[in-house]
């Protein structure tokens, strides 16, 4: 089970909070929003709902795809109190939102007739289990009626009440699901992406603002993961200097580093000394939170090169250990070669409208 929680949380494509929490942190149940304002189309999973009045405060949503299991994807409503949500909308949390908050209800897609351990792993969580509809070789289950306790600090008489409240309206959140034409390779892609995706707004080593907007500027990027704590057993940067240089000749093509023990007085100024020692004038990065993140989830081992999209997105396959000159710049060419026949193979096709049909 945790492995499918942990994922889910992973590839979140999006979140929102429905709260009531006030300046003084006391719960304002008068919150009033619209049917329109409480009815949402999720085009990835297919599928629009109308979240039910009583959802309206204190309640989270997570969207997510999972490209490793045999569920597909799933939405998932959850209830917290006014103290538990503040904590985990922090933009600094990092912990186990479950811990702080109880599931509502889950609508969970599964391939139909796929149904296979973690769906079933999942189901064990939960009393009730609806079939609600098929829709582009897909089943929608709703999932209610957890089993676990409500959570830290939230299984007070007052909490219990708010949340067997929500509980209740399941039903109506069910009335109101309608379905509509999706693109699961597309959509599973899109998680895919947003996975390989590297944002960041940090600092080089020179002190100049930098962004992850800079792929913007490329078609293609070589970024190569390096720190300085591995000098002077591996210490490529004259080698990295000239590729920078020939790199720079290229049409849409740029070179950067990032130096991942940074920032650390020590380690910029050791960074600094080699560069202008082997006249090294490429970008080098020093890692905020989100960069040194993806650092630690998918480069298993240093130096590391990958390239990286004007989408930000990583594509083929990342560089491992020291490579000599030829070796790089037979490697970029074979990466361009590669995104040249990839826009050629992409052909548009015309786009058609999606027809919505009620939840069964």
Do not use: H
């Amino acid at each position: 089970m945790k492995k499918i929680v942990s994922f889910l949380l992973a590839l979140t494509l999006s979140f929102s909070v429905f709260t009531g929490c006030s300046s003084d942190n006391k719960n304002t149940n008068n919150v009033t929003l619209s049917e329109e304002e409480r009815t949402t189309t999720v085009d990835e999973m297919g599928i629009t709902y109308t979240i039910p009045e009583e959802w309206s405060t204190n309640t989270m949503k997570y969207t997510s795809v999972m490209t490793d299991s045999d569920i597909f994807g799933e939405i998932k409503f959850v209830y917290g109190t006014d103290e538990n949500l503040e904590i985990i909308s922090d933009p600094e949390f990092t912990g186990n939102t479950e811990y702080f908050t109880v599931p509502i209800t889950r609508i969970v897609l599964v391939k139909t007739g796929e149904e296979g351990s973690d769906f079933e792993s999942l189901k064990s969580d939960y009393n009730t289990i609806t079939a609600v509809g098929e829709n582009c070789g897909y089943t929608y289950y709703v999932m209610y009626d957890y089993k676990g306790g409500l959570g830290k600090g939230s299984d007070s008489e007052e909490n219990v009440k708010e949340y067997e409240n929500r509980l209740a309206a399941v039903p109506k959140l069910i009335e109101t699901i309608k379905f509509s034409e999706f693109n699961a390779e597309q959509t599973t892609q899109t998680a895919i992406d947003r996975q390989n995706m590297i944002t960041f707004v940090s600092k080089t080593l020179e002190g100049d603002d930098i962004g992850s907007t800079i792929f913007d500027e490329y078609d293609l990027t070589m970024v190569n993961f390096w720190g300085t704590y591995t000098y002077p057993d591996i210490n490529e940067t004259a080698v990295l200097a000239e590729l920078d240089k020939q790199i720079k000749t290229m049409d849409g093509v740029n070179f950067m580093q990032v130096v991942i023990d940074t920032p650390s007085d020590e380690a910029e100024e050791l960074a600094l000394k080699i560069k202008a020692e082997n006249g090294a004038e490429y970008t080098s990065v020093i890692p905020d939170k989100r960069l040194a993140s993806w650092i630690v989830n998918n480069i298993e081992g240093i130096p590391t090169t990958v390239f990286v999209n004007n989408d930000a997105v990583v594509v083929g396959e990342p560089i491992q250990g020291v490579k000599t000159l030829d070796e790089y710049l037979t490697l970029l060419n074979a990466q361009l070669e590669t995104m040249k026949s990839q826009d050629t193979a992409n052909t548009e096709t015309p786009s058609e409208t999606p027809t919505e049909t009620p939840a069964q």
